[in-house]
């Protein structure tokens, strides 16, 4: 029988998102480590809950992971108040394999 290759053999993927509050503006910036050259697809969901009601949004787009081995996603900008509450969901992709991914909340 024939074993598939090593884990250790399999490229690497990561996914970090950069986030931060500033002028009442969370500021989403999801970050993706893979094998240059790759082309990768991700979606982003986005869900809010606060005093004004509940949204959710959602997108979804392409990128190819440059030299360096990393690219960055598309950057998301909020309105925050004070009870508002946000859950972000980042997905990668490699063709149909989801490779990475990442949930942010805030506040944390």
Do not use: C, W
Not at 13 to 34: K, M, W
Not at 43 to 72: C, F
């Amino acid at each position: 029988m024939a074993l598939g290759p090593a884990l250790a053999d399999q490229p690497a993927y990561r996914l970090r998102i950069d986030s931060n509050v500033e002028a009442s503006q969370l500021i989403v910036v999801p970050v993706v480590a893979a094998p240059a050259g790759r082309r990768l697809r991700y979606e982003m969901v986005s869900s809010k809950q606060g005093p004004g009601g509940n949204s959710n949004t959602s997108q979804s787009g392409g990128v190819l992971i440059g030299a360096d081995g990393s690219a960055k996603l598309s950057t998301l900008r909020f309105g925050v108040g004070a009870d508002d509450r946000y859950v972000i969901t980042v997905r990668v992709f490699d063709g149909v394999n989801l490779v990475a991914e990442q949930l942010v909340r805030h506040p944390p």
